[in-house]
């Protein structure tokens, strides 16, 4: 009886846990549902600030973190193969493909920060490019390789060993092999990891603040030098303590809003398969 | 996997991707070496005394950074002691007990959590959790509702997505012939959660509480905008928990600061902010080497 | 002094860059941002003027950056200190002024509801050094003191210790909680009890920041148009554009544009003096 007891508390309990997890999300949502609803209008997301963000709409701002988000997949990408090819195919010891795991981790953790700080010293001093998209663009390239590239390792590593076998057997060499087989299937790694990682990233200031974007004036970059854009976080970091005018502040929700809409829509597009394959396996 | 087909020793694709795969790395190594380079003044100014001196005044060239030592730590330890203990829950319940359609969504939520950006969190900290923390608090007569405790709770929940994804992979994975054997036995859920899954996925949930404590300890924006932003705030008596309601300064809340950009000309200053980061980076690396292992010695040891 | 190397290497770089002649860069005060903003707008829409505007690291920021060659022009609500010179003995630092804005110190409405008013000089620098720390040793409510300080650095800080100790320098260093911008400032103020901090006089809605007068000895001078325009109150200061020797070309334009009455309705409209306002 007593063991009945402690089985559904324990079971209430963490039941409890969930909830509070569930809930959070959902108070966050609503707060800035609530809060920023209001601002959204199809006149919103085409026309660009006026009057310091009291008026008009984020126009440039969405289109800046569009360029920064696109730059930083473009500059992972290949790098990203690279790496899942390399772990995957080219290193023989298992010691140095732990090695190379545990370096992605390592970068995976050093706080966002950190890269901005960087990126100030290599690019906005030392290259004397100033405020630059591409700045932007490669630090945010940094911050999203770990997750893409750890996607794409386990892509490669769910690949059967009947295939490779059967390809070697065929005769192919083992760069043909790379083509035919593992790189095909690392797209799929490389699509879904992007999009989680460029979730996360779409949505980080730290890197930027110092190194690509500014508050107002910019529309779209001309060079690489001195070519900072506007950016959808960046504007509320700056409103939440900078806005001179409480009118400012529901288009300030409404930015915040919009990023979260952004970020959750790439959220959902990568969950989209690992859906279908996880209902898939639970049928098995 | 690897070595299989004869290779062509100089096929362009192995050696683009050896070349890539060397470029990310000499990055990383670039960011430590940059750092380690430019944070030379400050070092030889204050030697040891940077990491243990309390006082921070830049206009007299003091450099001390323990109280941010302290700030950093202290949130991340109160939002870990919030964040722990939920999130694990959760991940048990989400592992254990939910049915499979209810844990899709749960985990579904969970992750449109985790995708959250820091300004947000931010922006809700500084409109809502300051004045709610503030009118709790009043009796203590704190000076606001900015304080490490703010950023603490904050931090919990930022953390929590991320602590309940990877606690529950690791709990999730635990052989079902394993679970199904301890129900045979006869041992209620309960009782195979913590005789059976727990002990052995417990690496797999430690690894997940040390990636969550790396991320609590550099985030950056959102303790920015609730956690006062006050130097030298050195806690009289370490453990207690006073100091923890007021407002407080940590290492990466330094570098997010107008300091950054005042520092730029001043070769000390600038090297003393670097120092910071470098301090920063030092703690959470370790933090993260230390999760890695532990994570992946459980994948070793899983049958 | 690798940093100064590094430095010169880039303004080497900046000054050779083409980038350098399409937009027009300006960086500095939030103060100065916000009438700037709205006519860089209204040149962008007239004249498809090219201007990019920033506010990293407020008027210090904006001084620095005109010095190390990055932007064109600087904005400033403190004027260029010989310090500042002497940092940056390649930029033949030029104010433009523009306007005219008052730093009150901004209180709670408990403090203002408590009684407290206006305050002086040496009470103002007790608070500052946590000599004072409870309201009812300056005549208020028995409440803990939450002085909320302005990042040094910005305009409005430099302005409030020169008025306190008459130079920046002769300021202690003290440990407060933080505040950057405008906004956050107020926000703070207007949920904390017991909240002082120094902000932009525009910036108290006299609802949940009240600004206080200054003691000027007899008088107690409150930061209103006619007292900030006459001098006679004391924390006011000048807010310039900056620029690196004569202004030139769409600086120069700029900068004719702000001073137009156009331009200077901007800087009445967000709660500034406009030049025409002052009395001398």
């Given at each position: 009886?007593?063991?009945?007891?402690?089985?559904?508390l324990f079971?209430?309990?963490?039941?409890?846990?969930?909830?509070?997890?569930?809930?959070?999300?959902?108070?966050?949502?609503?707060?800035?549902?609530?809060?920023?609803?209001?601002?959204?209008?199809w006149?919103?997301?085409?026309?660009?600030?006026?009057?310091?963000?009291?008026?008009?709409?984020?126009?440039?701002?969405?289109?800046?973190?569009?360029?920064?988000?696109?730059?930083?997949?473009?500059?992972?990408?290949?790098?990203?193969?690279?790496?899942g090819?390399?772990?995957?195919?080219?290193?023989?010891?298992?010691?140095?493909?732990?090695?190379?795991?545990?370096?992605?981790?390592?970068?995976?953790?050093?706080?966002?920060?950190?890269?901005?700080?960087?990126?100030?010293?290599?690019?906005?001093?030392?290259?004397?490019?100033?405020?630059s998209?591409?700045?932007?663009?490669?630090?945010?390239?940094?911050?999203?390789?770990p997750t893409?590239?750890?996607?794409?390792?386990?892509?490669?590593?769910?690949?059967?060993?009947?295939?490779i076998?059967?390809?070697?057997?065929l005769?192919?060499?083992?760069?043909?092999?790379?083509?035919?087989?593992?790189?095909?299937?690392?797209?799929?790694?490389?699509?879904?990891?992007?999009?989680?990682?460029?979730?996360?990233?779409?949505?980080?200031?730290?890197?930027?603040?110092?190194?690509?974007?500014?508050?107002?004036?910019?529309?779209?970059?001309?060079?690489i030098?001195?070519?900072?854009?506007?950016?959808?976080?960046?504007?509320?970091?700056?409103?939440?303590?900078?806005?001179?005018?409480?009118?400012?502040?529901?288009?300030?929700?409404?930015?915040?809003?919009?990023?979260?809409?952004?970020v959750?829509?790439?959220?959902?597009?990568a969950?989209?398969?690992?859906?279908?394959?996880?209902?898939?396996?639970?049928h098995? | 996997?690897?070595?299989?087909?004869?290779?062509?020793?100089?096929?362009?694709?192995?050696?683009?991707?050896?070349?890539?795969?060397?470029?990310?790395?000499?990055?990383?190594?670039?960011?430590?070496?940059?750092?380690?380079?430019?944070?030379l003044?400050?070092?030889?100014?204050?030697?040891?005394?940077?990491?243990?001196?309390?006082?921070?005044?830049?206009?007299?060239?003091?450099?001390?950074?323990?109280?941010?030592?302290?700030?950093?730590?202290?949130?991340?330890a109160?939002?870990?002691?919030?964040?722990?203990?939920?999130?694990?829950?959760?991940?048990?319940?989400?592992?254990?007990?939910?049915?499979?359609?209810?844990?899709?969504?749960?985990?579904?939520?969970?992750?449109?959590?985790?995708?959250?950006?820091?300004?947000?969190?931010?922006?809700?900290?500084?409109?809502?959790?300051?004045?709610?923390?503030?009118?709790a608090?009043?009796r203590?007569?704190?000076l606001?509702?900015?304080?490490?405790?703010?950023?603490g709770?904050?931090?919990?929940?930022?953390?929590?997505?991320?602590?309940?994804?990877?606690?529950?992979?690791?709990?999730?994975?635990?052989?079902?012939?394993?679970?199904?054997?301890?129900?045979?036995?006869?041992?209620?859920?309960?009782?195979?959660?913590?005789?059976?899954?727990?002990?052995?996925?417990?690496?797999?949930v430690?690894?997940?509480?040390?990636l969550?404590?790396?991320r609590?300890?550099?985030e950056?924006?959102?303790?920015?905008?609730?956690?006062?932003?006050?130097?030298?705030?050195?806690?009289?008596?370490?453990?207690?928990?006073?100091p923890?309601?007021e407002?407080g300064?940590?290492?990466?809340?330094?570098?997010?600061?107008?300091?950054?950009n005042?520092a730029?000309?001043?070769?000390?200053?600038?090297?003393?902010?670097?120092?910071?980061?470098l301090?920063?980076?030092?703690?959470?690396?370790t933090?993260?080497?230390?999760?890695?292992?532990?994570?992946?010695?459980?994948?070793?040891?899983?049958? | 002094?690798?940093?100064?190397s590094?430095?010169?290497f880039?303004?080497?770089?900046?000054?050779?860059?083409p980038?350098?002649?399409?937009?027009?860069?300006?960086?500095?005060?939030?103060?100065?941002?916000?009438?700037?903003?709205?006519?860089?707008?209204?040149?962008?829409?007239?004249?498809?003027?090219?201007?990019?505007?920033?506010?990293?690291g407020?008027?210090?920021?904006?001084?620095?950056?005109?010095?190390?060659?990055?932007?064109?022009?600087?904005?400033?609500?403190?004027?260029v200190?010989?310090?500042?010179?002497?940092?940056?003995?390649?930029?033949?630092?030029?104010?433009?002024?523009?306007?005219?804005?008052?730093?009150?110190?901004?209180?709670?409405?408990?403090?203002?509801?408590?009684?407290?008013k206006?305050?002086?000089?040496e009470?103002?620098?007790?608070?500052?050094?946590?000599?004072?720390?409870n309201?009812?040793?300056?005549?208020?409510?028995?409440?803990r003191?939450?002085?909320?300080?302005?990042?040094?650095g910005?305009?409005?800080?430099?302005?409030?210790?020169?008025?306190?100790?008459?130079?920046?320098?002769?300021?202690?260093?003290?440990?407060?909680?933080?505040?950057?911008?405008?906004e956050?400032?107020?926000?703070k103020?207007a949920?904390?009890k017991?909240?002082?901090?120094?902000?932009?006089?525009s910036?108290?809605?006299?609802?949940?920041?009240?600004?206080?007068?200054?003691?000027?000895?007899?008088?107690?001078?409150?930061?209103?148009?006619?007292?900030?325009?006459?001098?006679?109150?004391p924390?006011?200061?000048?807010?310039?554009?900056?620029?690196?020797?004569?202004?030139?070309?769409?600086a120069?334009?700029?900068?004719?544009?702000m001073?137009?009455?156009?331009?200077?309705?901007?800087?009445?409209?967000?709660?500034?003096?406009a030049?025409?306002d002052?009395?001398?």
């Open positions: 009886m007593k063991r009945k007891i402690i089985d559904h079971r209430a309990i963490t039941a409890l846990c969930a909830l509070v997890a569930a809930s959070v999300l959902a108070v966050i949502i609503g707060a800035i549902w609530r809060k920023g609803a209001s601002a959204m209008s006149e919103f997301f085409t026309v660009q600030m006026k009057e310091a963000g009291v008026s008009g709409g984020i126009l440039y701002h969405i289109a800046g973190t569009a360029i920064l988000i696109l730059t930083a997949f473009l500059a992972c990408a290949p790098v990203a193969i690279s790496i090819l390399v772990h995957g195919v080219y290193l023989k010891r298992e010691h140095t493909r732990r090695a190379v795991m545990l370096v992605l981790y390592i970068l995976n953790g050093v706080p966002a920060i950190l890269f901005g700080i960087f990126g100030m010293m290599v690019f906005v001093q030392y290259l004397g490019w100033g405020k998209w591409l700045s932007g663009g490669l630090l945010l390239a940094l911050m999203l390789l893409v590239t750890v996607a794409i390792v386990a892509r490669i590593e769910g690949i059967p060993r009947g295939q076998e059967a390809a070697a057997g005769g192919l060499r083992q760069s043909q092999i790379v083509h035919a087989i593992y790189l095909p299937r690392s797209f799929g790694g490389l699509i879904t990891g992007s999009l989680v990682g460029l979730a996360r990233v779409a949505g980080e200031t730290a890197p930027i603040m110092f190194t690509a974007t500014i508050f107002a004036g910019a529309t779209l970059p001309t060079g030098k001195e070519s900072p854009v506007l950016s959808l976080p960046y504007h509320i970091f700056i409103l939440a303590q900078d806005s001179f005018d409480p009118a400012a502040g529901s288009k300030l929700w409404g930015t915040a809003l919009t990023l979260l809409l952004l959750f829509a790439f959220s959902i597009i969950l989209i398969p690992r859906l279908k394959s996880a209902v898939a396996q639970h098995d | 996997m690897s070595g299989v087909g004869a290779g062509r020793r100089f096929s362009l694709t192995r050696w683009a991707s050896t070349g890539f795969s060397a470029l990310a790395l000499l990055t990383l190594l670039a960011i430590v070496s940059l750092f380690l380079w430019q944070a003044p400050v070092w030889k100014l204050e030697g040891t005394g940077f990491v243990t001196r309390e006082k921070w005044f830049y206009r007299q060239d003091q450099y001390g950074a323990a109280p941010m030592i302290y700030g950093t730590l202290a949130v991340a109160v939002a870990m002691i919030l964040a722990a203990p939920v999130g694990i829950g959760a991940a048990i319940y989400c592992a254990c007990f939910l049915p499979p359609r209810l844990r899709l969504g749960f985990k579904v939520a969970i992750e449109l959590l985790a995708g959250v950006p820091s300004v947000v969190y931010g922006l809700l900290g500084i409109l809502l959790l300051r004045d709610w923390v503030y009118v608090l009043e203590f007569d704190v606001s509702g900015d304080s490490l405790l703010t950023a709770i904050l931090l919990a929940v930022m953390i929590l997505p991320t602590l309940i994804t990877l606690a529950d992979d690791a709990l999730y994975h635990v052989p079902l012939s394993r679970r199904l054997a301890a129900r045979g036995l006869g041992l209620t859920c309960t009782e195979t959660i913590l005789h059976v899954t727990l002990p052995h996925a417990w690496r797999g430690l690894a997940a509480l040390l969550a404590l790396g609590a300890c550099g950056m924006i959102a303790v920015f905008l609730v956690v006062g932003r006050q130097d030298n705030q050195w806690p009289e008596k370490l453990w207690s928990p006073r923890l309601i407002a300064q940590t290492l990466s809340t330094k570098l997010g600061s107008s300091e950054t005042i730029y000309g001043n070769p000390v200053h600038w090297s003393a902010i670097v120092g910071v980061g301090l920063l980076l030092f703690i959470v690396t933090v993260t080497i230390i999760g890695s292992k532990v994570g992946l010695l459980g994948k070793r040891h899983e049958t | 002094m690798k940093v100064k590094l430095q010169l880039l303004s080497f770089l900046l000054s050779a860059s980038a350098w002649a399409e937009a027009l860069k300006i960086n500095g005060s939030t103060t100065v941002n916000l009438p700037a903003t709205e006519a860089a707008e209204v040149l962008r829409n007239e004249k498809k003027m090219e201007i990019q505007l920033d506010t990293q407020g008027s210090s920021g904006g001084i620095s950056m005109l010095g190390e060659g990055l932007v064109h022009l600087g904005m400033s609500s403190k004027h200190s010989d310090d500042d010179r002497k940092k940056f003995p390649k930029c033949d630092y030029k104010e433009i002024q523009v306007g005219e804005d008052a730093v009150a110190l901004v209180v709670s409405k408990d403090v203002w509801d408590g009684g407290v206006s305050l002086g000089k009470q103002v620098a007790a608070i500052y050094e946590g000599r004072i720390k309201w009812k040793d300056v005549g208020g409510p028995d409440k003191i939450a002085f909320f300080n302005k990042e040094p910005r305009g409005t800080w430099e302005v409030f210790v020169h008025w306190v100790y008459g130079d920046p320098k002769k300021a202690p260093q003290v440990s407060f909680p933080e505040v950057g911008g405008n956050e400032g107020r926000n103020v949920s904390t017991g909240a002082i901090t120094q902000l932009s006089s910036w108290a809605d006299g609802k949940t920041a009240f600004a206080l007068s200054l003691k000027v000895g007899d008088k107690d001078v409150s930061p209103e148009t006619e007292y900030i325009a006459s001098g006679e109150y924390m006011s200061r000048p807010l310039f554009l900056l620029s690196n020797g004569e202004a030139t070309g769409t120069k334009e700029f900068a004719d544009f001073l137009s009455p156009r331009g200077q309705e901007f800087v009445r409209k967000h709660g500034y003096l030049l025409a002052l009395k001398r």
